[in-house]
């Protein structure tokens, strides 16, 4: 049986043209990316040894993430592995960022996240806010608040998991409300819109904290491995509004003219209500995955908010970064899921380690894949050539300019690409680039990490577009023009956000 937090599921929703699109795009890359990195080998260079041995490696890595030829964690692992059989780096220094503070944080909130999913309190959550009296009768008022409930969950979850526990509810909604509608062009619009909005809903809530996706987390170590660290809090004072002036832009471009004229029956109401009385009264388990929950991220975002207040030189600000980083917090939490009894007679805890092993250990590996070729990229002075190169192409270029190029085009990226994919090719070469230029590459890094989560046109944009895809209720061209919509508003968004308040996580 599939579980709901598996991405691979995603694949099983893609249409027969889709599927043969991927075989062929994966066909070339297995040809194109050794082909290029011998090519790439053989030429001469002016780059020193090690650094034209590590593009070729890195050219290779581009290739097989970008057509995914292999799986992404296989290629993160297979470039790491080229860089010392290629004599780059030795096999210590190589590997060390495998075990980078941020890989941790991320192990962390991942088995959080699982314990929400085994104790059903992410359903929990979903369906306690269905049923509220506000909705009423409202087809709007319904939407917003579904959405709402799959934007708040994805924060801290990933936007497959959120879109996949949310997908099922939503099918059945719309099955209620679609009773004797058949051929009815308003519920037509209505279902095509709620099942939008639930891939959407879900890549837009990520962005909101540090581990709500891959690419937060990537741009945020990227960007420590450059001298620049970015609290929680710090992260969440921009990314909460980003989310906030999306979603209301998805409200009142999507939501609001599909529900115009959607009123709701009792059937669709009970159906919601059925759903909850089905898991009962809340148990110990939901109630000690809370508990660890808030433990983590009372410990996540007090220093942030600290610093904010009594300013990065505080001697107890300077404590607490230093005793509990957020790496530290999210172990907390995780550690303390194994530790809160479900029942003391029978020695059951909140999880298990079976239960535990279950977090995507793929995208893990990722991350440590593209921490590795980031910090050899610096350290072999490739990443300094590569900026110096950019920059005498377009002389000139300041921050502005670097933030607006670098995020458009993580945001085309991620519509060919997985946005984590996207995230470890773009957002170190906006590093590199920004200090080849002479800026800071934080606005850049931080508009091409947040651009990455961008990829709404397509189904193979994002596995949550696949998923919602393969409901029946969403035409190709329709997703296609609502993607590119909320992609340029999205772009926008976050070029402001980014340039009018970046600076203040300096």
């Known amino acids: 049986m599939r579980r709901a937090h598996e991405p691979a599921g995603a694949l099983d929703s893609y249409s027969p043209a889709e599927q043969q699109f991927n075989r062929r795009r994966r066909t070339i890359g297995l040809v194109a990316g050794p082909l290029l990195c011998v090519v790439l080998l053989l030429l001469p260079s002016s780059l020193p040894v090690s650094a034209h041995r590590l593009s070729a490696v890195m050219a290779l890595m581009i290739v097989l993430w970008m057509t995914e030829a292999l ?74 608040v579904y959405a709402g409930v799959t934007c708040v969950i994805s924060m801290w979850m990933s936007n497959t998991a959120t879109t996949a526990m949310m997908f099922p509810l939503g099918l059945a909604v719309l099955s209620e409300i679609g009773r004797g509608r058949k051929h009815d062009a308003g519920f037509a619009r209505y279902a095509m819109a709620m099942m939008l909005v639930t891939s959407f809903a879900a890549s837009i809530g990520g962005v909101a904290t540090p581990v709500g996706t891959p690419p937060n987390l990537l741009g945020k170590g990227f960007l420590e491995q450059a001298g620049i660290t970015i609290s929680f809090a710090g992260w969440m004072m921009l990314g909460l509004p980003i989310v906030i002036a999306t979603m209301v832009f998805v409200g009142f471009w999507l939501m609001r003219p599909a529900a115009r004229h959607i009123r709701l029956g009792d059937d669709a109401r009970d159906a919601v209500r059925a759903e909850l009385t089905k898991l009962g009264s809340i148990g110990r388990g939901e109630r000690n995955v809370i508990l660890a929950f808030a433990v983590t991220a009372v410990l996540w975002v007090v220093p942030g908010l600290a610093q904010a207040v009594l300013g990065s030189t505080n001697p107890s600000v300077r404590a607490m970064n230093a005793l509990v980083p957020e790496s530290v917090a999210a172990l907390v939490g995780a550690v303390l899921l194994f530790l809160l009894p479900v029942n003391w007679a029978a020695r059951r805890f909140t999880i298990t380690w079976e239960e535990a092993s279950h977090i995507d250990w793929g995208i893990i590996l990722l991350f440590g894949g593209g921490l590795a070729m980031g910090r050899l990229a610096d350290s072999t002075g490739l990443s300094t050539a590569l900026g110096h190169w950019v920059t005498a192409q377009f002389p000139g270029i300041g921050t502005t300019g670097l933030t607006l190029v670098f995020t458009a085009v993580a945001v085309v990226m991620s519509e060919a690409a997985s946005n984590t994919a996207a995230a470890n090719i773009i957002v170190p070469t906006a590093i590199a680039v920004a200090r080849a230029a002479g800026v800071s590459p934080l606005e850049p890094a931080l508009g091409a990490t947040l651009g990455a989560s961008m990829g709404f046109m397509m189904p193979i944009s994002t596995p949550p577009n696949a998923i919602v895809y393969s409901s029946g209720y969403i035409p190709i061209g329709t997703m296609m023009r609502q993607g590119v919509a909320l992609d340029i508003a999205g772009y926008f968004i976050i070029v402001t956000a980014v340039l009018g308040f970046g600076w203040v996580l300096r």
């Open 71 to 144: 799986p992404l964690a296989t290629t993160a692992l297979a470039g790491p592995t080229l860089a010392v059989l290629l004599g780059v780096a030795p096999v210590g220094t190589v590997f060390a960022p495998f075990a980078d503070p941020i890989i941790f944080l991320f192990i962390g909130s991942f088995i959080l996240a699982e314990a929400m999913f085994v104790h059903r309190l992410d359903r929990r959550m979903a369906f306690t806010a269905l049923t509220s009296p506000w909705i009423g009768r409202s087809g709007f008022r319904l939407m917003a």
